[in-house]
């Protein structure tokens, strides 16, 4: 069965700290490791890795794949207020579409 | 990327009682995926509908439960069936990227609670 870990469950920074956020897995025929923002309700797509050591970046946040070791890292560097949310991670496996999710990680960023 | 939409945006039911959740997508999509979301926990999938077929449902979740139609290929439903307080979750609607690439976006999602 197809596992994802992500950790730490929960984490409080205070605004302009940098974060680590982790996710390892455990799937056959991995394909793709998809991370996500969610506030409310929706998930918010944020990046997407299929291939191991190419680092992507959006503003602030990056993500880079280690697909010997099987893990992720999302890294948010100078924190807001506004990146609290839940981040999920999630990965898809051989030709299915379905995605298996972590538990997600809690931030919280405060003033 | 492709815009969701989903109706109800939140509803209180009484249990025993039935929902239909409305997915519609801006453009031509093969699959689209509803998810569900119980309160403090992670993305589960519930079923795959694609058009002009029947859905194909996960381990744990059944037609009878959890009925879906696929009419056309920019929509789909999901009815909650026989609802009660354990089926007060988020249900949320996904599609894969329609040019091609690997990612799946979500609908703002339907939070649906049972008495």
């Known amino acids: 069965e197809d596992k994802v870990v992500q950790s730490p469950l929960s984490l409080v920074v205070h605004e302009g700290d940098t974060v680590t956020l982790n996710c390892s897995y455990e799937v056959t025929n991995f394909r793709s490791l998809l991370w996500y923002k969610q506030e409310k309700k929706a998930p918010t797509f944020l990046f997407m890795l299929?291939?191991?050591?190419i680092e992507k970046k959006s503003g602030r946040l990056s993500s880079i794949l280690d697909k010997k070791e099987l893990f992720s890292i999302l890294n948010i560097t100078a924190t807001q207020t506004g990146d609290s949310a839940v981040y999920l991670c999630?990965?898809?496996?051989?030709?299915?579409?379905?995605?298996?999710f972590g538990t997600g990680t809690r931030l919280q960023v405060t003033l | 990327s492709a815009v969701i939409s989903q109706k109800p945006s939140r509803d209180i039911c009484q249990r025993g009682t039935s929902l239909t959740i409305q997915c519609q997508v801006d453009s031509q999509v093969t699959m689209m995926f509803w998810y569900r979301q119980q309160p403090g926990q992670s993305l589960t999938l519930i079923a795959t509908a694609n058009q002009g077929s029947e859905a194909t449902y996960e381990s744990g979740f059944v037609i009878d439960k959890f009925p879906i139609s696929r009419p056309n290929l920019t929509f789909s439903t999901l009815t909650v069936s026989n609802m009660s307080p354990e089926d007060s979750s988020i249900y949320l609607c996904s599609v894969e990227d329609p040019l091609g690439e690997d990612t799946q976006y979500f609908g703002p999602g339907t939070r649906l609670t049972v008495l």
């Open positions: 999630a990965v898809k496996a051989g030709t299915a579409s379905k995605l298996t």
């Open positions: 299929t291939s191991s050591g």
